[in-house]
């Protein structure tokens, strides 16, 4: 158990719709980051909040936004859905100063686009 | 960022040692060394990091020679449980958190 929270945990949408993801970080985390897992693939950076700003992102495509709330909750959200945008979503928090940088992921929200 | 190379699969039996190399020829010198375990349908979880020589924790240890240019994970008798996917990612500390990992290596371990 991290004390990372995801919801949902599974859903499914069809193609041009708009998806919203939430995640609850670790107390005493201030930096959350979310990756996108294709099946068989590592996850792969989409972007960090620090204190609510956007501290980083990978090479994601605008339509992928987020938000973090002054509690360090986020939201991922997600427009125009595509085929490919089917996949495991991993919300990961994190402390800024921690000496290893280490990641502590939720469970994950799988995403399937129709 | 450094790019990292790690076999794609490995195969052992309960009790071996499995030992897990990861080629990282283009590794800064602020950059760290950290492994990350995944099991099906659960986020990754952090192994274990280091700099340089032998860093050992209560889970694994890890080795990295002078040049840096690689390291291997080892992890001592291995149990059913351990079967996941290893990934080994190389970053500065200040982007370890902002790193996108590999395709990892399938570890199985059979009875």
């Known amino acids: 158990e991290t004390g990372v929270t995801q919801s949902p945990t599974h859903l499914i949408k069809t193609r041009g719709q708009q998806v919203t993801l939430r995640c609850s970080s670790q107390?005493?985390?201030?930096?959350v980051s979310w990756y996108q897992q294709a099946l068989g693939q590592g996850p792969q950076f989409i972007f960090q909040?620090?204190?609510?700003?956007?501290?980083g992102r990978g090479n994601f495509p605008p339509r992928f936004s987020g938000l973090q709330f002054p509690n360090y909750s986020s939201e991922l959200n997600v427009n125009a859905l595509e085929l490919d945008d089917s996949a495991l979503y991993l919300c990961?928090?994190?402390?800024?100063?921690?000496?290893?940088?280490?990641?502590?992921f939720g469970e994950g929200s799988r995403l399937t686009v129709l | 960022l450094a790019k990292t190379t790690q076999p794609i699969s490995m195969d052992s039996y309960e009790g071996q040692e499995v030992n897990i190399t990861c080629s990282h020829n283009n590794i800064a010198t602020n950059d760290y060394i950290t492994w990350y375990q995944q099991f099906p349908s659960q986020g990754p979880r952090f192994i274990i990091q280091?700099?340089?020589t032998k860093v050992t924790n209560e889970v694994a240890s890890l080795f990295i020679p002078a040049d840096r240019k690689s390291s291997t994970l080892s992890l001592p008798r291995v149990s059913l449980s351990d079967t996941a996917v290893y990934y080994c990612?190389?970053?500065?500390?200040?982007?370890?958190?902002?790193?996108?990992f590999g395709g990892g290596t399938r570890v199985l371990v059979k009875p």
């Open positions: 990961a928090s994190s402390e800024l100063a921690s000496p290893t940088g280490e990641l502590f």
């Open positions: 107390s005493g985390h201030n930096t």
């Open positions: 280091g700099y340089k």
């Open positions: 990612l190389v970053g500065d500390k200040a982007a370890g958190n902002k790193l996108t």
């Open positions: 909040y620090y204190r609510e700003e956007e501290n």
